[in-house]
Antibody, heavy 122, light 108 residues
Framework: QLQLQESAPGLVKPSETLSLTCTVSGGSISSGSYYWSWIRQPAGKGLEWVGRLYTSGTTNYNPSLKSRVTISVDTSKNQFSLKLNSVTAADTAVYYC??????????????WGQGTMVTVSS | SSEVTQDPAVSVALGQTVRITCQGDSLRSYYASWYQQKPRQAPILVIYNKNNRPSGIPDRFSGSSSGNTASLTITGAQAEDEADYYCNSWDSSGNHVVFGGGTKLTVL
């Protein structure tokens, strides 16, 4: 059974870079026609898609974050990562990694990590 | 602002039927997916591809779509269905994911 697990530092200082890694277990990140995404959720608020990656290297980012976001993959470690630079308090949120099935008629996040809380504070 | 919109809150009496809706222009071309999120838990997928349920999702959950509106229906709502529900689709470019703002379902 495929599982996703986020790892993160927890606390990041303003203006610095937030770095998250998602480890995929129970299957290969390279198998199947799936994308790998990051989604975040500020406390008490809704879900916000951050961006996605296909293991070929193709990426798409939320236009509101595009200038600050990079998503990359390490297939040898079965991991994908998120870097968000120049963070502010507005980036404080629970960050989820998720597997995404993307077709021409629907888009669904079928497996999620448990989420990790990242706080931006000095 | 989200390009798909949901009512902030809906309530239903125990055992009754409730419909949660998601509206947006992209839904004329794409099917919404629906997620259930309980407090302090990650979301779980409950409906995708209009009316498909992942393994383990009870058959009281169903989906439908008409025009610019997608609906999630719970037939015979249970106490454990009390949660936040989110839909997702694409933005006007067709390249980026958007989530609805979420609907808080209260089971009375």
């Amino acid at each position: 059974q495929l599982q996703l697990q986020e790892s993160a530092p927890g606390l990041v200082k303003p203006s610095e870079t937030l770095s998250l890694t998602c480890t995929v277990s129970g299957g290969s990140i390279s198998s199947g026609s799936y994308y790998w995404s990051w989604i975040r959720q500020p406390a008490g608020k809704g879900l916000e898609w951050v961006g996605r990656l296909y293991t070929s290297g193709t990426t798409n980012y939320n236009p509101s974050l595009k200038s600050r976001v990079t998503i990359s993959v390490d297939t040898s470690k079965n991991q994908f990562s998120l870097k968000l630079n120049s963070v502010t308090a507005a980036d404080t949120a629970v960050y989820y990694c998720a597997r995404e099935k993307l077709t021409i008629v629907y888009d669904a996040f079928d497996i999620w990590g448990q989420g990790t809380m990242v706080t931006v504070s000095s | 602002s989200s390009e798909v919109t949901q009512d902030p809150a809906v309530s239903v009496a125990l055992g009754q039927t409730v419909r949660i809706t998601c509206q947006g222009d992209s839904l004329r071309s794409y099917y919404a997916s629906w997620y259930q999120q309980k407090p302090r838990q990650a979301p779980i997928l409950v409906i995708y591809n209009k009316n498909n349920r992942p393994s383990g999702i009870p058959d009281r959950f169903s989906g439908s779509s008409s025009g610019n509106t997608a609906s999630l229906t719970i037939t015979g709502a249970q106490a454990e269905d009390e949660a936040d529900y989110y839909c997702n689709s694409w933005d006007s470019s067709g390249n980026h994911v958007v989530f609805g703002g979420g609907t808080k379902l209260t089971v009375l």
